[in-house]
Nanobody, 121 residues
Framework: VQLQASGGGLVQAGGSLRLSCAVSGRAMGSYAMGWFRQTPGKEREFVATISWSGGTTYYVDSVKGRFTISRDNAKNTVYLQMNSLKPEDTAVYYC???????????????WGQGTQVTVSS
């Protein structure tokens, strides 16, 4: 299973970005999917997760109401819509796939390469 994240970039505070994660090698519908982020010197932080069906989602408190995770199993792609971005959202964002249910810890089976999101003040 390979994951390819894209959509990062530089945006002003208050702006929006949509991250995409394309899954190949196996049908994404078998996996729960998650987004994590990491800044230099810090541990990888959970951002959002979505069940294989899309029926269950969880978010870290700091992004609730601003970020939305979604998936299109027909396109083997998971998305992270990020609105009202803040400078503290600046990080490398990683997508991940997990075979046995959703999780808010980095206990995922497969990881993408990361995409940089930079929010200027």
């Amino acid at each position: 299973v390979q994951l390819q994240a894209s959509g990062g970039g530089l945006v002003q505070a208050g702006g929006s970005l949509r991250l995409s994660c394309a899954v190949s090698g196996r049908a994404m519908g078998s996996y729960a999917m998650g987004w994590f982020r990491q800044t230099p010197g810090k541990e990888r932080e959970f951002v959002a997760t979505i069940s294989w069906s899309g029926g269950t989602t969880y978010y870290v408190d700091s992004v609730k109401g601003r970020f939305t995770i979604s998936r299109d199993n027909a396109k083997n792609t998971v998305y992270l819509q990020m609105n009202s971005l803040k400078p503290e959202d600046t990080a490398v964002y990683y997508c991940a796939a997990r075979l046995i249910g959703i999780a808010t810890t980095p206990s995922y089976d497969y990881w993408g390469q990361g995409t940089q999101v930079t929010v200027s003040s």
